[in-house]
């Protein structure tokens, strides 16, 4: 059972990460991973599904947060894209999560921290990717948008997180969208994708985590939505120049913490 303590910190951390998220047009959840599993000592697996909880619960308000600059029918207009990585992500997510449950905690924790440093790249070198046209056309791309979502589901269920990292890049290099659509569109791959995921995660004694720490969860899901909507407030206000490689050093690092989990 948390306690009071517990709970003030849980919403502090959850606004901070929102903020973080926010600003980036993510949920935050890469960040909150490592917090659940540092500085509240949950257990990889049950971080995970932890994490996932309060990331299905930023997702699903972060596309109405984002519908006055990115209207749903733009979102929906795109739905040929959505479908594709839908077509490997909800397969990948499937799997994912039945491998998490699998794994031996400390395998667990080292796989953590490889994807960890993965999205730490790619937040320096490909958050802020442009292109001008598709890398791909007709069935390449089609056959390369289900390879891309089958690895992003199955990386997103092994975290708990929605994939936008992963995601975002995807759809601004392979086809060809803006960056401000391409936030809508991954957040629109991510919900049925974080939901597979999560039912299987429901089929595993340790999703009773919940249950057993349900305040805990409602407490920093609230406070990473609060952060999520004063990220988007403040995101004309920072520079990602200076905010991805810094963000990116605190994952670094989170890295070597959650790794050396792997040993206890």
């Known amino acids: 059972m948390r306690t009071l303590r517990d709970r003030i910190a849980a919403f502090g951390g959850g606004a901070l990460i929102g903020t ?16 659940l599993i540092g500085a509240f000592g949950f257990g990889a697996l049950d971080a995970i599904i932890l994490n996932k909880a309060m990331s299905l619960v930023v997702v699903a308000t972060a596309l109405p947060f984002r519908a006055a600059i990115v209207p749903f029918t733009d979102v929906v207009s795109h739905w040929p894209v959505i479908v594709n990585l839908l077509a490997g992500s909800l397969l990948g997510a499937w799997l994912g999560a039945g491998w998490a449950t699998r794994l031996k905690s400390q395998t667990l924790y080292r796989v953590i921290a490889t994807l960890l440093v993965l999205i730490a790249a790619i937040l320096v070198f490909g958050h802020d990717a442009r292109s001008s046209s598709a890398l791909l056309a007709g069935p390449a791309q089609l056959m390369a948008g289900v390879v891309a979502g089958f690895a992003i589901g199955v990386a997103a269920s092994l975290m708990g997180v929605a994939g936008g990292e992963l995601l975002i890049p995807t759809l601004v290099l392979l086809y060809g969208a803006d960056m401000k659509l ?76 959650v790794w050396r989990h792997a040993r206890h």
């Open 20 to 35: 973080l998220g926010g600003l980036l047009g993510l949920g935050g959840a890469e960040f909150r991973l490592p917090l």
């Open 182 to 257: 391409a936030g809508s569109l991954s957040l629109a791959v991510s919900l049925p994708t974080m939901i597979v995921g999560f039912a299987r995660y429901s089929q595993d004694r340790a999703f009773l985590v919940l249950w057993r720490n349900r305040l805990f969860v409602v407490t920093m899901a609230i406070g990473s939505i609060v952060g999520t909507f004063i990220g988007g407030l403040l995101l004309g206000y920072v520079s990602s120049a200076i905010l991805l490689p810094a963000l990116a050093l605190i994952l670094a690092i989170s890295a070597v913490k």
